[in-house]
């Protein structure tokens, strides 16, 4: 077997926030610039949220419920601006 791991290290340059929503928005940007940087790499960023549950026990997939929110108001966002 062949594993792999991967870490994400992020830096909070602007602020830290234990908000839901502030989480769900740095998940679509994470996502917005692996795809524009790794076209095709949709299947790295679902193992990311895969793992990302785990990784916050209490609120992980209420983040990842808010995370697919705001990806919808970004895709309503880049379709009729």
Request: include cysteine; charge should be negative.
């Amino acid at each position: 077997e062949n594993k792999c791991e991967l870490y994400i290290i992020d830096f909070g340059l602007s602020f830290y926030s234990l908000k839901i929503e502030d989480k769900a928005v740095d998940l679509y940007v994470l996502k917005r610039a692996m795809l524009s940087l790794h076209p095709g790499s949709e299947f790295l960023f679902e193992k990311i949220t895969q793992a990302y549950i785990p990784s916050y026990p209490e609120k992980g997939e209420e983040i990842i419920e808010k995370y697919k929110d705001v990806e919808q108001r970004g895709r309503k966002k880049l379709c009729f601006g």
